[in-house]
Structure formats: C-alpha cells, structure tokens
C-alpha cells in the first residue's frame, strides 16, 4: 500500500478520471464529444438496421426552391401569399400548418394584418421564431412580431453548427427554463399540435401526453436519428411533381388534381420552408449539408420513431469509466514499455469499437470523449514516469558503472537495466588481483607528483587492457588492481577473457618498462593472480556508501596466488579451475600444487604464458627441460629434477620458477621430505 501511494502517476490516474465528470458536466470538450457521435452516426447510416429504412408518412414538406423563385418571379415569397398556402393547405386537411418562415420583424408592405387573417381562419397555425443563445444559454426569445403571434402558435428553432470543418449537428436541445414559459422546439411543438397535447418535463425525460417518453442526456439533449436515406423525406415537389405555386391558387385544379394534392397533405404535418440556395439555410450534419427546415423533419421523423437513439444510464457511464481507470492502472504495473502499450492500445482500440458498435446497433449513446481522454493522459503520464524512471536509471548505470565497466558492458546495461541485480547474489566468476612488485621502493625515488603521474599512467594502460576484454574494475588500493568477470552481466566466458586481459596485460608491461627505461624513469614488474568459482556480487557498504564488489572464498584465493608469484619468481598464477575453464584458449605450465595461507584444501596453479600455441624461441625450449623436471620432482627424484632445472637456467636464466626448484630440490637433497609426503608444498605467508 505505501508503494501505491508513492505512485503518483498512478494517483494522477483517479484524479483524472474523477474531473472527468464535471469537465462532461460542464462540456468543456463537447465540441469533440459531438465529433464522435457524427462519426458514429456516419457508420450507423452505413452499416445500422436497415430494416426501417421508410421516412414518415406523417410529415410532408413543401419547399420553396430555384425553380419556385424563377416562376414566382420574385424573392422572397410575399407573406399575403404565404398566407394563401398555409390557408390553402389547411383546406386541402393538413392537421398541422408548420411554417419555418422567420416572421419577427414587421412586414414592409404592411401585409401583417392580411397574412394574420388567413392564418386565423387555419385555426392557430405553427410559426418559428428565433431562439438567442450565447454557447449553450439561452438569452432571449424573438417571436413573429405582434400581430401574427396573436393567431399562430410558435416553436423556436436553435439549430446550429459548432464546426466548419467536421459535421457535428446530431442532436437538439431542449432548455427546461425556456419551456417553463410556453416555449419549444419547433419539431416538439409541431408534435404536440398534431397529437393535441402539452409537452412537459419529467425527471430527465421529455413527455408527450401519453403518446411518448423522449429520453434527454444529462444536458437533455434529443438526439437525432437522421435517415440512412436522406431523399427519403416527403418532398411534395419530388413525391408528387407538386410545387409550392400549385397551393397560391387551387380555384383552377380540377377534381383529379385537389384529390392527388389531399392524400399528400391530408392528416398531415405539412413543413414549409425555403430550401433556395440564396436563403442559405443550411448547416452540416453527419449526412452533410442539410437544409433547415430538412433537419425539423428529421426531428420529428426520430420521435415518432420512437427516439431509437438514447442516452446511456449514468450506472452504466460510471461503470465503463471505471473499467477504462482500473485498466489504465493495471497498465501501469506493466514496465515493459512495449506490453504495456500493446494492453492499452487495445483496450482503447476495444472501448471505441464497443462505443461504436451500441451507437450503430442498438441506438446507444455513450460519452466517449471525456473517459478516452482521461485515459489516454493517463496512459501518456504513466510512460512518462517509466520513461524518467529507465532514464534516471541509465543515468545511474552510467555513473556508477561508466568508470570502471568497459563501454560495451555499460551499453547492456543501459539497454537492458533488469541484467544488474542490486544487492548481493552467488555467481560464477573471476576474478582477478595485481600488484607492482617492490612498488614501496619505487615510489621512495620519486616526488609525489611524479608518483601520481607514474601510477595514473600505469592504472589507465591496465584498466583499458581489462575493460576491453568486458571486465569489471572493482577497485583500486593504491598500485593495486582488482577487477573481475561475469557481472553485472553474464559472461560464460569469463575466465577466457580474464585469462586473454592478463596476457595482454603483462605485455602491455614489457612495453611500459622500455618506455620508463628510455625516459630513465623506473621500471614496473607486476604480479596477478586469477580464480574461477562461486563469488557474491552486488551492492554492498553501508546506506551512505556502497561499492558493487566482490567476496568469498574464491576471491580470497585469486588474491592468495598474486602474492605467491613472489615464492616462484613469477608474473602470473592461476588456479587449475580457471587453467580449466580456458584451456582451449591459452598456454600454461604447470607450476606447483599448494596450500596458501588460511586454507586446508590444496590447489594446482599454474603460470600463464600466452595465448593457445603463441609460446616459441628461448621459452619453448626452456619449458622442454622445466616438464621434465618437474615431472622428476614429483616423483621425489630430485637430484634428476635439479639437472633438468639447472639445464633449463642455462637457456633462460632469468627464469624465476626454474630458480626455485632449483633451490627447492637443492634442500630436499640434503633433507629429504617424508616418504608420506604428498608433493603440496606449504606457503608460509600471503607474500
């Protein structure tokens, strides 16, 4: 639980989710919460039901086109005459006379009373008005003027588009405060008129008497279900090759002709309005550019469909909400970067399919804006903190490893910061010790300036020898090194490498000695030791101060044969399970078989020459004699073993370990050795 609170990626995750509701409340982002349900209803008018596919029969439009205008000879239509249509479809039995004709201004040729006249014969008419509002309030009412308002009825119309570039127009909304005093849309008005009822609230539902129960949003919002068949709609002009100058004057019809124009308009809700392109009265939808008085038809259309496009219950908002935050979190345990993209880029992809498909199939209309992006930051956030997180720790990696791991090792690392384990685990390794021989004597000779530049010269050839071969540096106790393999990554060739760094360590030395001979500055011997076994590795000191190193047995054992070079005259000892590890790759001889100091157990060691089959001139020829001399001693035949030593010297005198059987063999023919005698040889210190 405290880790969880330390997760504030996580904790930034609920609180997104949670203002999610009121920025929903207060539709901060609805213009992109109407974008959705455009693209929704354009794959549900492509791919929805089709089985009711029939515009209603209960609305015919009467519309005022191009072709009206030229044979009517005029623009606009002259309200005496609007007056002659709206009578003439009364008598012809139109129910409800709907005429989306702005009137709120008086007439300039003083034809208000006369078009009140005819409109008062039809028995209160319907006529819009224009509904103000600034963003979602509503500011004001601006009905026909006074004289027409006291024969007809009115509907407002608030139709509007919030995006010029995508269609949005999907719904309508229905404002309580304005409904408080008499005013409605004009397709809810036009309804109520042709089932002679009174709209009213209730709750979060629009009630038409007992006809309907219209489910609203949470900002009561009506949406429109628009045809998969736009062309669909009761056009008199297209259904019947009637125009709206046929209704100016039907004294002139004949019987055939008033019959054909009552069964169109009979028992109906007639809408007139001007579908001219000069009167502009158009707006974007999710079927495209629709005409005003196209989108009132589609309103009424919906709801005598029985407004198959409803809102989803808030239970079932707050529970895909909820799933979409506990899916989000769950992610967020996942610090593989690409795993957890591939769960959250489905699930996402999943929530909008499923959004999607209960728009298109089932009319379900369900907030997808405001979750996807509470999610979708959420998500972004999350990776922002492994990112900082994988950043910090390759910083870490960097400057903890980078002055002593090799740029090829430290690059793993980075790359793939789970092969360093923190703390201390059991590996199988190597691990390497170097020392200056006589490097106290050396150093008396010297100012400590020219100490410093001498050992800084001396440490930076070594460690660029090790870190080549992928070593570790573990540390460094003045002039010595110690370093080793097989962490923090896995190396299976660890002694292999350790062994090749050795050799070219020892020669990288006998360079070093001609330059300081040249520079008459003093020379360097050093001596190395190098074991193979189970090693602790890890992060270790104390909370202020921890060093990654190595103990155990093991390393007591490399550092034990460094300090034994100093008995045989040697430059480099390694134990027979390092010997076995890379005999494949290097060149040996076999030296003595040893208890060190603090140990029971005998050890084989062995001198490291070169690389495999690289040993030749003077040395090859000397090791022929040191085999059989060593072969000799082991057989407790010393006075054999000291000639072949001896002989050995002659060819290479300055060779340390043949010096020492000599004197070895030379003691043990005047003392013998115990006939029990095992052949380990005891060293009496650390050297």
């Known amino acids: 639980m405290k880790k969880l609170f330390r997760r504030y990626d996580l904790i930034f995750t609920v609180l997104l989710f949670i203002l999610a509701v009121p920025a929903e409340y207060y539709e ?79 007439s300039s040729y003083g034809e208000d009373p006369i078009i009140a006249k005819s409109l008062a014969t039809i028995g209160r008419p319907l006529l819009v008005s224009q509904a103000e509002f600034k963003g979602n309030q509503f500011i004001k009412l601006n009905p026909p003027t006074p004289v027409l308002n006291a024969v007809v009825e009115t509907g407002y119309s608030n139709i509007s588009s919030s995006s010029a570039v995508v269609t949005t127009l999907s719904k309508l909304r229905i404002y309580p405060e304005v409904a408080e005093k008499g005013g409605w849309p004009f397709a809810i008005k036009a309804l109520a008129l042709y089932w002679n009822l009174e709209p ?26 628009f045809p998969s068949l736009p062309s669909g709609i009761h056009y008199l002009s297209e259904v019947a090759g009637l125009s709206a100058m046929e209704f100016l004057d039907i004294s002139d019809l004949d019987d055939n002709e008033l019959n054909e124009l009552s069964y169109w308009v009979k028992d109906k809700i007639v809408l007139l309005g001007d579908t001219s392109e000069v009167s502009h009265d158009w707006f974007d939808t999710p079927v495209g550019m629709v005409y005003g008085v196209e989108i009132i038809a589609d309103t009424i259309h919906t709801i005598l469909k029985g407004c198959p496009l409803r809102p989803a219950p808030l239970s079932m908002e707050v529970l895909l909400s909820g799933t979409f935050m506990l899916t989000i979190i769950f992610t967020g345990r996942i610090s593989h970067p690409s795993l957890r993209a591939l769960i959250a880029t489905l699930f996402i992809l999943t929530y ?85 021989a006589g490097f106290s004597s050396i150093s008396e000779n010297l100012t400590p300036k020219e100490l410093v530049h001498l050992l800084n010269e001396y440490l930076t050839a070594m460690c660029n020898i090790i870190a080549r071969h992928h070593g570790t540096i573990d540390k460094f106790e003045g002039d010595a090194i110690i370093a080793f393999w097989g962490a923090p990554i896995d190396q299976a060739d660890h002694a292999k490498l350790a062994c090749l760094a050795c050799i070219d360590m020892q020669k990288e030395m006998h360079h070093m000695r001609n330059r300081l001979k ?55 000892l390694i134990s027979e399970t390092t010997y076995k590890l890379a005999q494949e790759v290097i060149d040996v001889r076999q030296l003595d078989t040893v208890r060190v100091v603090g140990k029971r157990e005998a050890v084989t060691i062995y001198q490291l020459l070169d690389r495999k089959n690289q040993v030749s001139g003077t040395m090859a020829e000397m090791l022929v004699y040191y085999e059989k001399g060593l072969t000799a001693y082991q057989n407790m035949d010393f006075s054999q073993a000291l000639l072949f030593f001896q002989t050995a010297l002659k060819i290479l005198p300055t060779d340390g370990p043949c010096q020492t059987y000599v004197d070895r063999c030379q003691q043990f023919l005047l003392t013998p050795p115990d006939h029990h005698w095992d052949g380990v040889f005891q060293l009496t210190s650390k050297g």
Do not use: C
């Open 200 to 225: 009213t609230f209730e709750g979060q539902h629009l009630t038409l008497g007992k006809m309907m129960t219209i489910p609203l949003d949470q900002f009561n919002n009506l949406y429109i279900d």
């Open 28 to 106: 901060i982002f609805s213009l992109l919460e109407d974008q959705t349900i455009s693209f929704r209803h354009i794959f549900r008018m492509h791919y929805g039901n089709k089985d009711d596919t029939t515009f209603s029969k209960e609305i015919v439009l009467v519309n005022t086109d191009e072709a009206f205008f030229q044979e009517y000879g005029s623009y606009p239509l002259r309200r005496t005459d609007i007056g002659k249509i709206a009578e003439n479809l009364h008598t012809l039995g139109a129910k409800v006379v709907a005429l989306d004709i702005l009137m709120d201004f008086p």
């Open 518 to 572: 040249e520079a008459n500055r003093p020379a360097m011997h050093i001596r190395i030791g190098l074991n193979s076994g189970p090693m602790v590795v890890g992060n270790m000191g104390s909370a202020q101060r921890m060093d990654y190193t190595i103990m155990g047995d093991a390393v007591n054992l490399a550092a034990r044969l460094e300090g034994a070079n100093k008995f045989y005259g040697s430059d480099t």
């Open 352 to 436: 909008i399919t499923a959004l999607t498909w209960a728009y298109v199939q089932i009319g379900l209309v369900i907030s997808m804006v405001y979750t996807l992006l509470a999610g979708v930051i959420s998500f972004l956030a999350i990776s922002l903190r492994y990112y900082l997180m994988v950043m910090g720790q390759k910083h870490l990696i960097q400057n903890a490893f980078g002055q002593y791991l090799s740029p090829k090792v430290v690059d793993i690392l980075v790359k793939d910061p789970s092969k360093l384990t923190l703390g201390g685990e059991q590996r199988e390794m190597t691990a390497l010790f170097s020392d200056v």
